[in-house]
DNA sequence: ATGAATGCAAACTATTTGCACGCGC
DNA sequence: GCGCGTGCAAATAGTTTGCATTCAT
């Protein structure tokens, strides 16, 4: 936590309550959270602060790499703080990002992208399903 | 092209101009289109058609897996005709989806996953970076 | 004290929707 | 002829932006 608060002014921008909170809020979660449920929670903490604030410091951090933002179809961007490098399974039910201990960008797959002469900036890799718990609940309809 | 409308009357959905169109355009591209430029494209073959038939033929066409979507963040959805199943190196500079042959989705990450009780839905695996072309472009500011 | 960050509201972009009409089956 | 599909315009969702003010450094 207070490592984040340092990256932030390691590039040169200042540390407001507002970051401070949001970054908290972020700290404090295991899953993805739209932007509406960040500011939620940031507005129980500190009810003055604006959804403005939210989005653009959101855009801030994700610019710098502090956090990582899905993007599905359906409905808002999703944020989360990054954790190094991770992948996920994505419960369409409830939402949840089951973390992914392997990551496919290695063995055969990295050295064909690197044999085609492409400059690899980031990756992403995502399943979209149900997790156990929702798939009784899924199925019943 | 003809199986493709024999697909959308397969699926109980009827085959109207505006389809035919729409599938016209996505077959004579080989990337990903956004709304607007299948539309533009749409327009120029028939000037009467709406965008709101565009999106929500697109969204038939990706529901019954015809085509398929690309969310980045910046920007609208892109689409294209599905290529059964395939992966892209998508360049920063350009916008081109270069197709990727392998898929990640085999061999031991697919175990984990299978293995885990996840049901999965769909995958997603997408590079991101910048093509031989646009590297040189991109280094020297 | 200076410029970066904020709050507010208005603007904007991408997409969806309600309704009356038109057309494929 | 029935009902799905369409065009239009208005509505909505998500996000960004201009501007005056505040605050971190």
Redesign the pocket.
Known sequence: MTGLLNE??AH????????RI?LQVLSESCRHL???EIGDKVKQI?P?????????????LAEIGIVSRL?L?????RYELNQGHDHHLVCLGCGHAIKLGVCPMQGEIKKIIEESGFEVNSHHFEVTGYCQECQTRHRKP
């Open positions: 932030l002014s040169g921008y200042k540390i407001t309550p507002q970051r949001i739209s932007v509406e500190e003055g602060i604006s959804v403005a604030t939210v989005y653009r410091n959101l855009n801030l993007d179809h359906e409905g808002p961007a």
